[in-house]
């Protein structure tokens, strides 16, 4: 249990584009690109709730993982600490950019380097509406992580996620209070 | 008698691993259950997973461990052996989250065979 392989997060970043191409394209004969254009609202949604339920399958068992070397906390700001810290530490190799809290329970995290869309940015053949749904895609699993993650702790949340300019991608939390 | 209990206070998983000499029908489960109300007092105070005994009826004791998603592990034993106990828990935690990553497992909601013959093997380990 101990054996700790670090793997690079460009391997889960590429296993969930194959994840999502897998989803979204239904006919062989159409493109990435056409595939996106050509989802509805719905059929987006249901997609990304998919994602979502995969990611929360994955952070309820991860957080087994981890929390096992330390001990679990019923104050939600270091609880909030902590899966900046430590998930993030165990998923990508790093620490989170910034944490922010208002009391009431909401809590946002930027992450300044979260490079799963920098090639896609870089394209040009993608036009910003089709970029936007293919990130809700990838970013509604990373949302699904972080509420089986709390699930896990025993804690019911709502997370969203953005992405926003230059990598970075900003997630809100809404812990329910008790 | 050691029972593994899960959200709701379901049972997951019972197994007899000889720590009680005297077997008196259902008496174990029920002194485990009478338990647990105490578990659920203490298990926010203390800051480690292991509680060491929670409990006692007669002369058996019952020790408790809870993992992080309120999965309580629970042993009734006659004579005192916290460490050992400490070990045997921590592997059963080891062997739970182990199991975890079957994706059948939230299916069924039952351990495998196989996780059964590695609680036995942690109880000769570290109970007797």
Request: glycine fraction near 6%; proline fraction near 2%; charged fraction near 25%.
């Given at each position: 249990?101990s ?18 191409k ?65 998930l ?9 950019g910034?944490l922010?809290?208002?009391n ?45 993650a ?23 939390i ?5 | ?10 049972p997951?998983y ?5 720590t ?6 259902h ?5 485990i ?26 002369d ?40 975890m ?14 996780f ?13």
């Amino acid at each position: 249990m101990s054996t700790q392989i670090a793997i690079p997060d460009i391997t889960y970043n590429l296993l969930i584009n194959e994840i999502i191409k897998y989803s979204v394209c239904t006919d062989p004969n159409l493109s990435l690109l056409e595939s996106l254009k050509n989802l509805t609202k719905e059929e987006l949604q249901d997609k990304r709730q998919a994602m979502k339920e995969m990611g929360i399958s994955v952070g309820e068992r991860i957080i087994g993982f981890i929390v096992k070397e330390h001990v679990w906390t019923k104050e939600h700001n270091s609880l909030m600490r902590f899966i900046c810290k430590e998930l993030w530490m165990y998923l990508f190799g790093r620490y989170i950019g910034r944490l922010q809290a208002n009391n009431k329970g909401v809590y946002i995290m930027y992450d300044y380097k979260f490079h799963w869309f920098q090639g896609l940015d870089l394209s040009e053949s993608i036009d910003r509406e089709n970029f936007e749904k293919f990130c809700s895609l990838a970013l509604s699993w990373v949302c699904g992580v972080l509420k089986g993650a709390f699930k896990g702790l025993g804690k019911e949340s709502s997370i969203e996620a953005a992405v926003e300019e230059n990598n970075s991608c900003r997630f809100t939390i809404t812990l329910k209070l008790g | 008698m050691f029972l593994i209990i899960g959200k709701n206070d379901v049972p997951m998983y019972e197994a007899s691993l000889g720590t009680v000499k005297k077997d008196i029908g259902h008496l174990n489960q029920f002194i485990i259950h009478a338990a647990l109300d105490i578990v659920d007092e203490e298990a926010p105070l203390s800051s480690n997973m292991y509680l060491k005994t929670v409990d006692k009826f007669n002369d058996l004791y019952v020790s408790a461990y809870v993992t992080a998603a309120n999965i309580r592990l629970m042993l009734v034993h006659d004579t005192k052996n916290e460490d050992g106990i400490k070990n045997f828990f921590i592997e059963v935690h080891e062997n739970i989250v182990k199991a975890m990553t079957n994706p059948l497992f939230d299916v069924f909601r039952n351990f495998p065979t196989a996780f059964d013959a590695k609680v036995k093997q942690s109880a000769k380990k570290f109970l007797i």
